[in-house]
Nanobody, 125 residues
Framework: QVQLVESGGGLAQVGGSLRLSCAAS????????MGWFRQAPDKEREFVAT????????HYADSVKDRFTISRDNAKATVYLQMNSLKPGDTAVYYC??????????????????WGQGTQVTVSS
């Protein structure tokens, strides 16, 4: 069993930045892909970004490309999501997830076995 704990959410202004962190309970997460998803009120959960086990390969949703950056520090069993140029449409609960057993990044939620509890991001104009 792996537990994921997100932090770093909060209130930001339009054009501002936030950095989310997701800490895994044990180092097993080193080898496996991780991802960030988000869910806004009355909307389905959507893919945001994913990173391979080594950190060498990343993919982003078109809506966040060139604004968000996913990275990981395997020594700390932590994945990050740097969010810049925030927009009101980025307001959502953000979840990190671990694709246990999979090295390559994945954009489909059903690929991920473990999920964090979520952290709220609110972008205010």
């Amino acid at each position: 069993q792996v537990q994921l704990v997100e932090s770093g959410g909060g209130l930001a202004q339009v054009g501002g930045s936030l950095r989310l962190s997701c800490a895994a309970s044990r180092r097993t997460s080193d080898n496996y892909a991780m991802g960030w998803f988000r869910q806004a009120p009355d909307k389905e959960r959507e893919f945001v970004a994913t990173i391979s086990g080594s950190g060498a390969v990343t993919h982003y949703a078109d809506s966040v490309k060139d604004r968000f950056t996913i990275s990981r520090d395997n020594a700390k069993a932590t994945v990050y999501l740097q969010m810049n140029s925030l927009k009101p449409g980025d307001t959502a609960v953000y979840y990190c997830a671990l694709a246990y057993g999979r090295i390559l990044p994945a954009m489909t939620a059903t690929t991920y076995k473990y999920w964090g509890q979520g952290t709220q991001v609110t972008v205010s104009s």
